[in-house]
T-cell receptor, first 116, second 111 residues
Framework: DAGVTQSPTHLIKTRGQQVTLRCSPKSGHDTVSWYQQALGQGPQFIFQYYEEEERQRGNFPDRFSGHQFPNYSSELNVNALLLGDSALYLC???????????????FGPGTRLTVL | GDSVTQMEGPVTLSEEAFLTINCTYTATGYPSLFWYVQYPGEGLQLLLKATKADDKGSNKGFEATYRKETTSFHLEKGSVQVSDSAVYFCALSEGSYIPTFGRGTSLIVHP
């Protein structure tokens, strides 16, 4: 089992550019969540995708958008990059969200984005 | 809104020392509580969890008890190893099932 994989590992962009990050969920998982982890901070929830739709969203501007594909993999897109977007971007996969017990999220190693 | 406060690090210990990392939370309802661990260069891993008051989560020698009266979920281990060196995150979730994380506490264990 490959677990959650993310690509690329590292990325350097300049202000104003656009970036796309990719995530493949753990085998058997159908839900993908994205988090931003600034240096020295805990992860902040960006949004969650299930059945190819955005289901929940954190307090992030519309410059952050995403997509989920039929094979459950996902992309995170960030437009008009700002210096403050520099962070580790984590993808987490889980089983379908629901009102029952908490579904454990499995995290990938992250993509380190540096905006110059 | 919901929030989690952790003790600031780094926490530096010698091997076999006792570990406590403090965590307190603020929530409107009855959250589930978690500890995650992040080893260098890796993603977060769920270490343990507790879903109701007085529950004790435990894993790999680590323990934490859900204390509703003090809104706390302190992480403890009786004898740390060098391999426990990592960043530890306290988190809660309720309603949306999306965890809210603390800022993390770095643990450094020396031989």
């Amino acid at each position: 089992d490959a677990g959650v994989t993310q690509s690329p590992t590292h990325l350097i962009k300049t202000r104003g550019q656009q970036v796309t990050l990719r995530c493949s969920p753990k085998s058997g998982h159908d839900t993908v969540s994205w988090y931003q982890q600034a240096l020295g901070q805990g992860p902040q929830f960006i949004f969650q995708y299930y059945e190819e739709e955005e289901r929940q969203r954190g307090n992030f501007p519309d410059r952050f958008s995403g997509h989920q594909f039929p094979n459950y993999s996902s992309e995170l897109n960030v437009n008009a990059l700002l210096l403050g977007d520099s962070a580790l971007y984590l993808c987490a996969s889980s089983l379908a969200p629901g009102p029952s017990s908490y579904n454990e999220q499995f995290f990938g190693p992250g993509t380190r984005l540096t905006v110059l | 809104g919901d929030s989690v406060t952790q003790m600031e690090g780094p926490v530096t210990l010698s091997e076999e020392a006792f570990l406590t990392i403090n965590c307190t939370y603020t929530a409107t309802g009855y959250p589930s509580l978690f500890w995650y661990v992040q080893y260098p260069g890796e993603g977060l891993q769920l270490l343990l969890k507790a879903t109701k008051a007085d529950d004790k989560g435990s894993n790999k020698g680590f323990e934490a008890t859900y204390r509703k009266e003090t809104t706390s979920f302190h992480l403890e281990k009786g004898s740390v190893q060098v391999s426990d060196s990592a960043v530890y995150f306290c988190a809660l979730s309720e309603g949306s099932y999306i965890p809210t994380f603390g800022r993390g506490t770095s643990l450094i264990v020396h031989p």
